[in-house]
């Protein structure tokens, strides 16, 4: 059996998907929203690997693998977004970007 | 001991990640975040799951961290930059993480002297992680490559008007 209790790692990954959370709802520059979601779906990942751990399957690690491969596009694309408005707003803030008034 | 080394790091993943939502500069929270992630990768190791706490710190602190770094230097270019560096680099700022990467340090050197898995339980190895990805996971990572394949295309999509846009600016 495990050293670490499965319910401490899963308070511990809840707590940083929360804190992620508050992140992305209270910051308004968007390189902190993106780096807030990091922090979620870094948080997702303790998860999995938390569970796989507790079970002892390799499938926790796998899902883990899948959220950095998505992490990963996920950044090259939002980081491309950013400098797109930064460039064409001059400015990170992302309550300035409301021109399309739906 | 396996319980205080994850309690520590637990409290050293929460403690930055609150200072990365509280930092003003976005640099200051990029080194909390990075003292965070390690943090986790810790984590990793004490659950067992090796392969996935390298991955953590390979990719998600190194690669994926490395992308904020560039952008964030392309976005803060300017006369004012030298002022900044200077104020970035003040004691106080990189004070905290130090702190806190010396703390993740010491415990992976306990780590060690306590002889590699100090009593993790149950650890897989990259080996069955290998099996079970290119065996029952075989379309799993054919997404993944697709996903990665769509996240280059729209990162270079993305990135490709922005050359036209500063050569207009050039000429003009």
């Given at each position: 059996m495990n050293a670490i209790p499965m319910e401490q790692g899963l308070l511990l990954s809840v707590i940083l998907f929360v804190l992620g959370l508050i992140g992305v709802l209270v910051r308004r520059n968007l390189i902190m929203i993106l780096m807030s979601l990091e922090v979620m779906l870094n948080a997702t990942g303790l998860a999995f690997i938390v569970a796989g751990s507790r079970w002892g399957q390799a499938d926790g690690q796998i899902m883990f693998l899948l959220i950095l491969t998505l992490a990963a596009a996920e950044v090259g694309v939002g980081l491309g977004l950013a400098l797109q408005i930064f460039h064409r707003f001059h400015t990170l803030d992302a309550d300035s970007v409301n021109e399309m008034q739906g | 001991m396996v319980l205080t080394l994850f309690y520590i790091s637990s409290a050293v993943a929460i403690f930055a990640t609150v200072m990365m939502i509280t930092r003003l500069n976005a640099v200051h929270g990029l080194l909390y975040l990075i003292l965070s992630l390690l943090a986790a990768g810790i984590i990793f190791f004490l659950l067992g799951a090796h392969f996935a706490a390298v991955l953590e710190v390979i990719i998600y602190a190194g690669a994926i961290m490395v992308l904020f770094v560039f952008v964030i230097m392309m976005l803060n270019q300017g006369q004012k930059t030298i002022e900044q560096e200077r104020a970035w680099l003040q004691p106080n700022i990189w004070l905290g993480p130090s702190l806190l990467a010396l703390i993740l340090f010491a415990e992976l050197m306990v780590i060690v002297v306590l002889?590699?898995?100090?009593?993790?339980?149950h650890t897989i190895n990259s080996q069955q992680v290998g099996i079970a990805l290119y065996g029952p996971y075989l379309l799993a990572v054919e997404l993944a490559s697709m996903l990665l394949l769509a996240g280059l295309v729209g990162a270079y999509h993305l990135g490709k008007p922005l050359v036209k846009v500063t050569k207009n600016r050039g000429n003009t």
């Open positions: - | 002889g590699g898995n100090a009593e993790t339980g």
